[in-house]
């Protein structure tokens, strides 16, 4: 087991200590960008890159029948065009894909990472400024947890960075209640198992401790429902408060809770050159 590390003390929304950029490895190197697909393509992939929802989402939307093609509704996803032209979706017309943008959002606790809520609830939809285009988010972040909450209007982009092949480290700070040693955390980094469902290897650090209440740090690079909670549970620990701190290089800076500052197109492109 290795020797227990140590960080000084830092309020609860203080920036995360500087690691490598992935658990246990060294940052990628950098590659030359891949040139964009040029001939017929999927239109689940086209209506995703244009923004209009995730791939999966554009599967669905086909089985229900609300995206057609020059007036015939597609029965598939595997139809190949070349480009949008006479593609209608509930009836309005597509338009061509953007560049892609991508956007910070503080979120704040106390609304879902969804468009809607059948219990009524706020969703980040309620929350995001006026003014914005047609955003999609980047994973999802629990309706308590708080932090930073990549947008795009890019649906190949939000699938590159979602995707666990690409493994781009998540970042959270959690203040949780309970007793638990620097070598339990270390143990998180092979991974554990939890009900059938398998995490993968999470770099925990002990931050701070104040008799029973403590600060942990942790990286993960895979982004299944509630893993945060669900593994400081299994170790005895009761999380009252998440917040993800960065998403890649991409940190909240200053941003105050509900405010959404745009990546610039320079540092998206320096980033996306280091996606596998």
Not at 87 to 92: A, H, L, N, P, S
Not at 151 to 164: F, S, V
Not at 232 to 258: C, K, N
Request: aromatic letters at 4%; glycine letters at 10%.
């Amino acid at each position: 087991m290795s020797p227990q590390r140590t960080t000084g003390p830092r309020g609860p929304t203080g920036p995360s200590r500087s690691r490598n950029n992935r658990p246990g490895r060294a940052s990628p190197a950098t590659k030359p960008a891949e040139p964009r697909d040029s001939g017929p393509q999927r239109i689940a992939k086209l209506l995703a890159r244009a923004g209009v929802a995730s791939r999966r989402d554009i599967e669905r939307m086909i089985a229900e029948g609300r995206i057609a093609l020059d007036g015939n509704a597609l029965t598939t996803p595997a139809t190949l065009l070349t480009s949008l032209k006479g593609v209608t979706v509930d009836g309005k017309p597509v338009a061509p894909p953007a560049a892609a943008r991508l956007w910070r959002f503080h979120k704040p606790a106390g609304c879902l990472t969804a468009a809607n809520d059948p219990k009524g609830r706020p969703t980040i939809y309620d929350r995001l400024p006026a003014g914005l285009p047609r955003v999609m988010p980047v994973g999802r972040l629990d309706f308590m947890t708080e932090g930073l909450l990549l947008l795009t209007n890019d649906g190949e982009l939000k699938r590159q960075l979602e995707l666990p092949a690409t493994a781009v480290v998540r970042r959270y700070r959690a203040r949780a209640f309970g007793d638990v040693s620097q070598a339990q955390l270390e143990e998180l980094s092979e991974g554990v198992e939890i009900e059938g469902i398998r995490y993968g290897s999470i770099d925990a650090n002990l931050e701070r401790r104040t008799g029973r209440n403590c600060w942990i740090e942790l990286a993960l690079t895979e982004g299944k429902n509630r893993e945060v909670r669900r593994v400081l549970a299994y170790l005895g620990l009761q999380v009252s408060r998440l917040i993800r701190v960065s998403y890649g290089p991409f940190t909240m800076l200053d941003l105050e809770p509900g405010a959404v500052g745009e990546v610039q197109r320079e540092e998206l492109f320096r980033f996306r050159q280091t996606l596998k």
